[in-house]
């Protein structure tokens, strides 16, 4: 086993191995691949924690760091750090692979002088190599109500004494969501790659409708696209035939779905007011790809 800096011949190999370790993992089709494409000349990409990870000659596994920011109570900025995607080839997963490149790359991130890392994953396996849900660092995740402990959220101080006490909130680089900001160009890269079927499947993260925040747990929920293939970003009721059934503004689409608060509330199970679910989705709906390109 050797694991080695990235090198400029290994790019589109590695950019194969991401897209095949995550497709259909979290969410139909997958984006990671595309989000290491692009943030290879991103500032905030740290070129020196790009490692591959290889067994008999071949690229298994994959991890890259980038730079984030912590925002103290008084306004204050602070550098932080965060990693991933990382990832193991199917192939080779669950044989301890990927906790042993981690702590490889942690290490090399202490030796660099990284003092603090938050990310988002699965406290189960990320225990292993030294990480805590991060609100019981005082660390609060930016889409979350402060007093919150989101399970999903994790952090580790590399550099004991790093943090010292002081509470602070997470702000996550942009370039993680760059797949939403620019789907055209997306969907062009991806059409370089072989296709491959897109599926829901268990254990994957809940999927909303880009345009009305639905959940999408099915096929059936989904809308199509101009191919009549069917589209998982959009429901079937935002979007037909690869394009919007309603123009119409965000505020528009906000009132549009109030009248559904009763609804909404019986699934959440707890009373809601056509109010209140307003508000929860004027917070909810600027981040959805529809509304995003609107900024």
Known sequence: MIIRPEQPQDELIVENLVRESFWNVYRPGCTEHYVLHRYRNNPDFVRELNFVMEE?????????FSRAELVHDDGTK???????????????????YGLHLLNYALQRAREMGVGFLCMEGNIDFYRHAGFVVASSLGIHYHSEPRDAEVPYFLAQELVDGWLGGKEATYCPPKGYFVAEADPADFEAYEATFPKREKSFRQGQLP??????GMPLTSVDDCGTNADGSICYDYCKYCYQGGSFVQQCTMDEMIEHCAQFADEVAQQMGKPMTADEYKKMMRSFFPVLRRWRQKE
């Open 56 to 64: 008999d000659g071949r690229i298994i596994g994959h991890v890259m």
């Open 78 to 96: 602070r550098p932080s750090w965060t990693f991933g995607p990382i990832c193991i080839h199917p192939d080779y997963q669950k044989r301890g």
């Open 207 to 212: 999927q909303f409708c880009q345009s009305c």
